[in-house]
């Protein structure tokens, strides 16, 4: 028997694309011998769907979708996501289920019985658990078949869950196991997605083939990295990390196993293709090609500049040069030559005039009243305004470029520097940016003479707004190397304050930051949103209240 | 005995403030000869807490605010709502509890059963639901206890859940029935509420005591509305909506019944009630005194401006009358006349300066370019940041002014006039804008003349941006009679195109108007929070993906 693995970058609502695009890669892996080919979880609404999951019509469409797929099913086996009606009029309104079809029929239907619900999944708000577990029998195999989730109980070793699936399926003795996943990017996810794979077929002693999607849907991220994983617990296979993808295996072969063939996982490398893909999937999946960002000279700008060159073509970037009376000389160089170096399109617009503008417009209101963070943020909203005016005009879409650690503690201005459809780096803490871009200076082979396209002086001089005379980020924060392992326990470990101070940490830089991370909630509210890479990203994966009155 | 009811308004995370809150009324209580007091869900941390919940050290403060209470309960009984550790490590890490706590002891716990997790609420994020049910003892008396949803499933006829706590405890035979919740505001929720808590008496036969929270949290507004309904079925008393209270009840007269005290309940009356709250609990739970808004001369702008004024107070209200070339005379004097009779300070900055420095600025980018939606973006982004810098300056909280039918179509300007900390209107649709207008002309008497503060002009004229010449809403959008009552048939009621269609809905008009509201998910996802008054808003409630390509 001969199985193929479609790691596919489906669309959320776009029923006929995503059927096309299955129907394609079915004909092909029948062209190549396959009996079977596996599709990801929900594949063919795409994932995550959130609420459209409500609208009837929606459903009904999801259907249509299967059944287009199951009449393309006579001569080869399609393994297929989908969500369904729940018949009984208890529990949940739906099922997210995996079809089985074959022959043009609908052989099988397992339902997910696992539901995460915990950072940014919400499938019990949608989806009733299964709670009939059968294996399906196809040319003389018997077939445990999963759903995502369903495989991350190993062994019911995980306080979340008290159902363990594949362990009810196996009295029924299968052969191997399939499982559709939509298993969103982290740069730790890969090493953990095959660990948990590894863990199943350990438990069961049966090889397993996981599919995944990959592409991105706004912030979340799929890496695809499919895997096959034969009985000796050696990864026969491991699908490229970020593009699409078609393989056929022979399961004898699976069976045999003694092959490895594990991809390597480096995490700044992970992150940046995570971030490529992220980019070019948010454009494309909006019907946009040019991106538009301001340039300050700055790392954070540079990196994001980079990426989005990277990801859209240098002719599809353009970027805003905005200085301001207090942007060093130095600033607008190396944002020039980084345009420059980089070939793409930029403009210099000096923001005096408006910012002017508006000193005079509030002459009588600010009367007497002394200079403060207003005043910079004024800078601020009058770059964020022409972007916009860019944007809006050619139809470019703004790229934002805060990072984590800004986004964390609210250095930043809403309208101003947090404007933009899409935040590049705020899933990134400064001191990775500054390990990216390395790693863009020794991967870009733009230049004959050597030597990347970031300018040595952004990496190098201390992070600055430039908002007032001499301004630097360490006047109101804390050293980046001290700031961003504290973020980091608060955010991704959520360690407290007495945890935190029992780490190490000084206990008044503690109660600081925490103080700024949870005062700042209304500013990451409005934000940009942002391309999920750590395992715990500001928006749907980290929901706070804003009127909370807790260690702030 | 007797029952007292505690209707507060806690604080998320104001752990101090809170217990402080329950120990006063709790005092106050047994000085009325109360046997016992009810107190809300969650009410030692205020709800709803979202991931703070994930933080050992809230749930630690949450038991040490329990036993502050215990040790309070020496000759009261206190009943409150508080998450509770999950001792069995199968299973989600909390309860959601409600604790009996009598003699400077915990008599009993009963955890929350049916977690609702659908629009607003996420609780099985967080929580594992009770299986276990038992009655508690009090000075002769058998008590159910119960949490919030756990009445809304009575008969088991509720299609989301498969148990029934009160069902379960019935084998015990209770004398009557106690229900702390934390039950959000719709404008329809009160009555649903009564009829939700008559049903479980009529099934039950014996009385119910019904502890709701008040005020708002962010977007999220409780009504209270805490109710104590007889064995006959007659409402025996409703606390006032909108207010902290705490009554006393003897229990053998409300076993008697014969009573009704059942409050009216006009739609517009609440929304606006519940809109005054919203406002002020923002302001107070951030620790803001002082609000600035935008007037334009519209009916929006002026709605929000005189709910700001009755709910902090004219001397806390500011306006910025901004008008540009396009405005028209009698915008400008009708937001004058509007301000000038409700005593708010306000300022008048034209904006034409700013908006020429821009246009200036964008010179060389924008020749040869057709002027376009562009430009009137920048003037929407100049008013936003005029907005934002008196904001900064002077600690005024900016208020938005769009309205539900704007936000569902994207007809405004990110961070121009969606720009704000609140957006007082966002869910209240244009038609229903006008009935508000209306009421509030009713119901302010600040004039010896009569009339109320609204300008007739601001009501009658034909809604219009100002920002092109001659330029009205109806250019680009159908008439409000007509969009309103379609959104509210996508949105409130998740009909799909062949349903809107079957109801005698345009088809042209349907396709045209469900594309609007999805490719502008982008918009939302970066709006202030929206006071929520619907039983659908935006926010939370209704989880879109940017990227889907559905209905659009």
């Known amino acids: ?58 459903i009904r469409r999801a259907g249509e979708a299967v059944d287009q797929l199951r009449e393309a099913s006579e001569n080869i086996a399609i393994v297929v996501g989908a969500p369904t009606r729940n018949p009984d009029p208890a529990g949940k309104d739906l099922y997210n289920s995996a079809y089985f079809l074959y022959g043009k029929k609908i052989v099988g239907v397992q339902h997910k019985t696992l539901l995460p619900t915990y950072d940014i999944f919400d499938e019990y708000r949608y989806f009733e658990p299964a709670t009939s577990f059968k294996t399906i029998e196809f040319k003389g195999k018997r077939i445990a078949l999963s759903v995502c989730e369903d495989i991350w109980n190993v062994g019911n070793e995980n306080p979340l869950y008290t159902v363990c699936p594949l362990d009810e399926m196996m009295h029924e003795k299968p052969d191997f196991i399939l499982n559709i996943s939509a298993s969103p990017f982290s740069y730790k996810q890969a090493r953990t997605r095959i660990d948990t794979v590894k863990a199943n077929v350990q438990r069961y002693g049966i090889p397993m083939f996981y599919a995944n999607h ?21 990864v026969f296979d491991e699908m490229p990390y970020f593009e699409e993808n078609l393989r056929v295996y022979k399961l004898d072969e699976v069976v045999k196993g003694g092959v490895n063939n594990e991809q390597p996982k480096e995490k700044i490398k992970l992150i940046h293709d995570a971030l490529l893909i992220g980019i070019r999937d948010y454009f494309r999946k909006l019907g946009f090609k040019k991106a538009i ?104 879409i703004l790229l934002n ?37 390395q790693y863009l200076n020794d991967t870009v082979q733009l230049f004959p003479h050597g030597g990347g396209p970031i300018p040595q002086n952004s990496i190098e001089k201390p992070p600055s707004a430039e908002l007032r005379p001499g301004q630097k980020d360490s006047d109101s924060l804390p050293p980046y190397e001290v700031l961003d392992p504290l973020l980091f326990q608060y955010i991704e470990r959520r360690q407290g304050p007495r945890e935190l101070v029992a780490m190490g940490f000084d206990e008044a830089l503690v109660k600081r930051v925490l103080r700024m991370v949870n005062i700042n909630e209304f500013k990451r509210e409005q934000a940009a949103p942002a391309l999920r890479v750590s395992e715990k990203a500001f928006g749907m994966g980290r929901r706070l209240p804003i009127v909370g009155k807790y260690l702030s």
């Not at 059927?19 to 394609?24: A, G, N, S, T, Y």
């Not at 990072?403 to 520097?417: C, F, H, I, P, R």
């Open 1 to 58: 028997m001969n199985i193929a693995l479609a790691q596919l970058d489906y669309h959320i609502g776009n029923f006929d694309g995503n059927v096309q695009k299955m129907l394609d890669a079915a004909t092909n892996a029948q062209a190549q011998g396959a009996d079977l080919i596996l599709f990801g979880e929900l594949a063919v609404c795409g994932y995550p769907p959130r609420d459209f999951l409500e609208f009837d019509d929606f």
């Open 214 to 234: 990959v592409g991105a849907q706004t912030d979340l991220i799929f890496d695809g990295g499919s895997v096959v994983v034969s009985s000796d617990l050696n």
């Open 293 to 396: 960002l301001g340039l300050s000279g700055g790392i954070d700008s540079a990196v994001t500049a980079v990426l989005a060159a990277r990801a859209l073509g240098p002719d599809n970037v353009r970027c805003l040069l905005m200085p301001s009376q207090h942007s060093s000389e130095h600033s607008v160089e190396d944002a020039r030559q980084l345009a420059e170096t980089l070939g793409i399109q930029y403009d210099l617009i000096p923001i005096e005039p408006m910012y002017e503008a508006f000193v005079q417009g509030l002459k009588t209101q600010f009367w007497a009243q002394p200079q403060n963070v207003t005043e910079e943020n004024i800078q601020a909203r009058v770059r964020g305004t022409l972007l916009m005016a860019m944007s809006n005009k050619f139809g470019n």
């Open 401 to 437: 470029t805060s990072n984590k650690s800004e986004m964390a503690v609210g250095y930043g201005t809403l309208y101003g520097d947090l404007a933009g459809g899409l935040a590049v780096l705020a899933d990134v803490y400064k001191t990775e940016i500054y390990e990216l871009a």
